[in-house]
């Protein structure tokens, strides 16, 4: 299970941090990853990271600006986005999938088994 959270509402040029509490499980071997859906639109991959290793990967449109991390003592994986724009805004999800597969394969939400429930990121100009 996956339990997202740190949504809110915050201008443009600041930041927010969101978490992703995993719980019923070990998560090695897995991938987590950041996905992103603004209305009207699909499910974007926005980061991921590998829980076993220290591989990460960001979509272009994020590097610079937002930062995956994880705890593994606390089963908690975080974005930390700064420079937040308007078009940043989104309702942010957390997904895992066991894989070993490379991270560029692995920007469709398909390819994900878990999922958590979402959390409301506005950023207003």
């Known amino acids: 299970q996956l339990q997202a959270s740190g949504g809110g509402l915050v201008q443009a040029g600041g930041s927010l941090r969101l978490s992703c509490a995993a719980s019923?499980?070990?998560?090695?071997?897995?991938?987590m990853a950041w996905f992103r859906q603004a209305p009207g639109k699909g499910r974007e991959f926005v980061a991921a990271?590998?829980?076993?290793?220290?591989?990460?990967y960001y979509a272009d449109f994020v590097k610079g600006r937002f930062t995956i991390s994880k705890d593994i003592a606390k089963n908690t994986m975080y974005l930390h986005m700064n420079s937040l724009k308007p078009e940043d805004t989104a309702v942010y999800y957390c997904?895992?999938?066991?894989?070993?597969?490379?991270?560029?394969?692995?920007?469709?939400?398909?390819?994900?088994?878990?999922w958590g429930q979402g959390t409301q990121v506005t950023v207003s100009s």
């Open positions: 997904a895992a999938v066991h894989t070993t597969l490379p991270f560029r394969v692995l920007k469709s939400p398909t390819q994900y088994d878990y």
């Open positions: 019923g499980r070990t998560f090695s071997s897995y991938v």
């Open positions: 990271i590998s829980w076993s290793t220290v591989n990460l």
